[in-house]
């Protein structure tokens, strides 16, 4: 069974950090393109961040040199430290795994909530 499990987000005052972990089981992440997304009320979701098996990332205008994508090996998780966060990024986050071989397999966790505000 593949389970993508996201966990540590929570209410944050603008300026502050927050850290969201993605615990994956089921699946290797070698053979996994990782990646964040988030969606708030009334719009899109839209992709925050991804991370290849390579080491390279990639991530959205809006929270870039903000936003740090990365992994722990040994947890088999995949990390997103949010800091100097602003109301704009209050959403739901989504961990998202998509194969590199079948690339038509793709998971979701249930996603966790941020809030930013004062």
């Known amino acids: 069974q593949v389970q993508l499990v996201e966990s540590g987000g929570g209410l944050v005052q603008p300026g502050g950090s927050l850290r969201l972990s993605c615990a994956a089981s089921g699946i290797i992440l070698s053979m996994y393109t990782m990646a964040w997304y988030r969606q708030a009320p009334g719009n899109q979701r839209e992709l925050v961040a991804a991370f290849n098996s390579g080491g390279s990332t990639s991530y959205a205008d809006s929270v870039k040199g903000r936003f740090t994508i990365s992994r722990d090996n040994a947890k088999n998780t995949v990390l997103l430290q949010m800091n100097s966060l602003n109301p704009e990024d209050t959403a739901v986050y989504y961990c998202?795994?998509?194969?590199?071989?079948?690339?038509?397999?793709?998971?979701w966790g249930q996603g966790t909530q941020v809030t930013v505000s004062s």
């Open positions: 998202n795994a998509v194969g590199i071989r079948w690339p038509d397999r793709q998971y």
